[in-house]
T-cell receptor, first 111, second 112 residues
Framework: DGGITQSPKYLFRKEGQNVTLSCEQN?????MYWYRQDPGQGLRLIYY???????QKGDIAEGYSVSREKKESFPLTVTSAQKNPTAFYLC??????????FGDGTRLSIL | ELKVEQNPLFLSMQEGKNYTIYCNYS?????LYWYRQDPGKSLESLFV?????AVKQEGRLMASLDTKARLSTLHITAAVHDLSATYFC????????????FGSGTQLTVLP
């Protein structure tokens, strides 16, 4: 079955720690995206990538970093510079001009 | 800056009733999406609307797009409990690498 896999489902971060959220897709999609969702709000774009080895900042990129070394993978690192990381993180992918398909999300909390 | 506004933000309705969710956006767009999200879950794509006057229907949900008014509506007909969820509209602009700007969502509760 084709789809988007995010892991882990739940993640806890200590103060001053970087954590990495995984996103893998086997849909052969060129474009991948990371969104942040806070309770009761819509999604905000963190980073996106249209092709391998290229990515662009979204609306709220500060405190986050990404890489796109393989077409299938688009990991997101939440750095210690992100002072309010508690949120639900969603990864998505799409073909060019197609609708975005979302993974099941990772819920990040601070210890 | 593209802004997307949904209303209402919260909607309680009784089973069997009809209602409409509105989505306004601030900049010319060529593509509008509707998504459904169940509590604690991911987003499920419902509709993609590509042109002025576009109308799409799936079961009790019907979405339409008026690009001149920069308005999309999601109409619910004869609501049932299974439709309880949060509904988001999202807009993309041609040439923007299909970045999506989301509305705040409408939390729909269908009461028996």
């Amino acid at each position: 079955d084709g789809g988007i896999t995010q892991s882990p489902k739940y993640l806890f971060r200590k103060e001053g720690q970087n954590v990495t959220l995984s996103c893998e897709q086997n849909l052969n999609h060129d474009a991948m995206y990371w969104y942040r969702q806070d309770p009761g709000q819509g999604l905000r774009l963190i980073y996106y990538s249209q092709i391998v080895n290229d990515f662009q900042k979204g609306d709220i990129a500060e405190g986050y970093s990404v890489s796109r070394e393989k077409k299938e993978s688009f990991p997101l690192t939440v750095t210690s510079a992100q002072k309010n990381p508690t949120a639900f993180y969603l990864c998505a992918s799409s073909i060019r001009d197609g609708p975005q398909h979302f993974g099941d999300g990772t819920r990040l909390s601070i210890l | 800056e593209l802004k997307v506004e949904q209303n209402p933000l919260f909607l309680s309705m009784q089973e069997g009733k009809n209602y409409t969710i509105y989505c306004n956006y601030s900049t010319t767009s060529d593509r509008l999406y509707w998504y459904r999200q169940d509590p604690g879950k991911s987003l499920e794509s419902l509709f993609v609307l590509l042109s002025n006057g576009a109308v799409k229907q799936e079961g009790r949900l019907m979405a339409s797009l008026d690009t001149k008014a920069r308005l999309s509506t999601l109409h619910i007909t004869a609501a049932v409990h299974d439709l309880s969820a949060t509904y988001f509209c999202a807009v993309s602009i041609e040439g923007s690498a299909r970045q999506l700007t989301f509305g705040s969502g409408t939390q729909l509760t269908v009461l028996p």
